[in-house]
């Protein structure tokens, strides 16, 4: 079974950064397509940015371009989540997933997901 296990959340102001890290366990990270996805209280779960298993390509949902970035690196079996300019409405839980195909923004298309880590940004 795969295991993810994500790291780097925490409080920080608005303007400021977080890194957020997702490492993997029972299979090499290079096969699989990741993802990051958040769910604020109240809210369901939205899809933040995803990275193709090569790293060739990355897609990111229009709230967040430009200000967070998606890399990975297989030799590490870890993907990263660098998020600048953070705003109070990227207050969420973040959840790290993998999928071997399908159309990376739909959540359903991901069969493996970590138990995800707070980020909150305080105005």
């Known amino acids: 079974q795969v295991q993810l296990v994500e790291s780097g959340g925490g409080l920080v102001q608005a303007g400021g950064s977080l890194r957020l890290s997702c490492t993997a366990s029972?299979?090499?990270?290079?096969?699989?397509?990741m993802g990051w996805f958040r769910q604020a209280p109240g809210k369901e779960r939205k899809f933040v940015a995803a990275?193709?298993?090569?790293?060739?390509?990355?897609y990111y949902a229009d709230s967040v371009k430009g200000r967070f970035t998606i890399s990975r690196n297989n030799a590490k079996n870890t993907v990263y989540l660098e998020m600048n300019s953070l705003k109070p409405e990227d207050t969420a839980v973040y959840y790290c997933?993998?999928?071997?195909?399908?159309?990376?923004?739909?959540?359903?298309?991901?069969?493996?997901w970590g138990q995800g880590t707070q980020v909150t940004v305080s105005s």
């Open positions: 990275i193709s298993s090569s790293g060739d390509s990355t």
């Open positions: 997933a993998q999928a071997v195909g399908g159309n990376l923004t739909i959540g359903q298309n991901y069969l493996y």
């Open positions: 029972g299979r090499t990270l290079r096969v699989y397509h």
